[in-house]
């Protein structure tokens, strides 16, 4: 059974800096390529960030390039993101997601599995 379980999510203030991660069971997690994303009430679910297998290669939204880091502990089976310079439109539920593959991705429709998400909120 695979799970993926989020972590770190919280209050922040605009300007702050928060880490969030993912730690994942149930699969090969050194074969597959992890995302991020987020997703606010009534909207569709955003690509934030993605990471190959190996973590050579990873892929940002343009709203978040320079500002979130993904990374990956494959010894440990988890994917972090790294967020700063926080804005409070950055105010989501984020989640985790296995890729279909091993290389970036940046689809929800690309993402095999889902966590349960965690909540960031970002105050002015």
């Known amino acids: 059974q695979v799970q993926l379980v989020e972590s770190g999510g919280r209050l922040v203030q605009a300007g702050g800096s928060l880490r969030v991660s993912c730690a994942v069971s149930?699969?090969?997690?050194?074969?597959?390529?992890m995302g991020w994303f987020r997703q606010t009430p009534g909207k569709e679910r955003e690509f934030v960030a993605s990471?190959?297998?190996?973590?050579?290669?990873?892929g940002y939204a343009d709203s978040v390039k320079g500002r979130f880091t993904i990374a990956r502990n494959n010894g440990a089976n988890l994917v972090n993101l790294q967020l700063n310079s926080l804005k409070p439109e950055d105010t989501a539920v984020y989640y985790c997601?296995?890729?279909?593959?091993?290389?970036?991705?940046?689809?929800?429709?690309?993402?095999?599995?889902w966590g349960q998400g965690t909540q960031i909120t970002v105050a002015s």
């Open positions: 990471i190959s297998w190996n973590g050579s290669s990873t």
């Open positions: 997601a296995v890729g279909y593959t091993c290389m970036p991705y940046n689809r929800a429709s690309d993402a095999k599995y």
């Open positions: 149930g699969l090969t997690f050194s074969t597959y390529a």
